[in-house]
């Protein structure tokens, strides 16, 4: 892929951060690590974990809130019971918590450029939101289908965006981006013990995974050795882990971009 400079003088550099439900906070721990390490971010999209991860960023919460979020948030703080007519649950209190954390912002007020990447469930494709209410937009991404509510929008059913593209890297693209950093949480572990129900567990893995190819495209991959962490443990203790798994893996590759970024 081409890395040719912007008009600038430097590469326009876009960050894609996947789902990976109660992993998202591996995100937080690759996004201290750039920051520290001055790599530019222009323009960030995600997906369900990687959406709340990447609305606080872009929104300029302050790193040390971010890993208190990372921490702290579980399922009781998201998640309700509802009626299951379209869903067992419902993540009103997710929407709730981003509007008391962030604002009750619209995606064009972030100060970085920033999408969040949803499902059309009616259509089964992928779809792109640039504007609209934030918090309703990231709680749209976060709605695994089956599980938790879907999202109405503008007459349009939305779901979890992991579904349709899990690594928006093509989403980065859209926004300008020359250079794409990616971050795949969704790595697949095949559990022999557990018989044909590991099988199934890593084929899921592998399917959301591959949905919208990003892992395949990014200009650098980032990737924490995270296969067969749990996806469900929102515990303070598994986060902090999490933390510290994205921080090393971001260490790793820092060599790498700061020689193609500063040629």
Same mark, same amino acid.
């Given at each position: ?170 989403? =980065? $693209? @859209?926004? /300008?981006?020359? &250079?794409?950093?990616?971050?795949? +949480?969704?790595? %697949?572990?095949? *559990? ?15 399917? =959301? $995974? @591959?949905? /919208?190819?990003? &892992?395949?495209?990014?200009?650098? +991959?980032?990737? %924490?050795?995270? *296969? ?28 790498? +971009? ?6």
């Amino acid at each position: 892929m081409s890395t040719m400079p912007s008009k600038n003088g430097r590469l326009k550099v876009g960050l894609a951060l996947s789902g990976g439900v109660a992993r998202g906070p591996v995100h937080v721990g690759v996004l201290s690590v750039l920051e520290r390490e001055g790599i530019p971010i222009d323009c960030v999209a995600g997906v369900s974990a990687g959406s709340i991860v990447g609305a606080a960023y872009c929104a300029g919460l302050p790193m040390k809130e971010m890993r208190d979020m990372a921490a702290h948030w579980g399922w009781r703080h998201v998640a309700s019971p509802t009626w299951p007519r379209y869903g067992l649950l419902s993540f009103s209190k997710m929407e709730k918590l981003i509007v008391d954390l962030l604002g009750d912002l619209d995606i064009r007020d972030l100060a970085i450029p920033y999408a969040t990447v949803v499902t059309d469930m009616d259509r089964g494709e992928q779809v792109v939101l640039r504007e609209g209410r934030l918090a309703t937009a990231v709680r749209a991404s976060c709605s695994v289908p089956g599980f938790v509510t879907p999202v109405q929008l503008d007459g349009r059913w939305y779901c979890d965006g992991g579904v349709a593209d899990n690594l928006p890297v093509d989403a =980065v $693209r @859209q926004m /300008g981006a020359d &250079f794409v950093i990616g971050v795949d +949480l969704f790595v %697949p572990h095949y *559990s022999r013990r557990l018989g044909p129900i590991g099988a199934g567990s890593a084929a899921i893995q592998t399917l =959301v $995974r @591959q949905a /919208g190819g990003g &892992f395949k495209d990014a200009n650098c +991959l980032i990737q %924490p050795d995270i *296969s067969g962490h749990s996806y469900l443990d929102f515990s303070r203790k598994k986060s902090e882990q999490y933390i510290a798994l994205g921080a090393a893996a971001a260490q790793k590759a820092i060599p790498a +971009l700061k020689a193609i970024l500063n040629q």
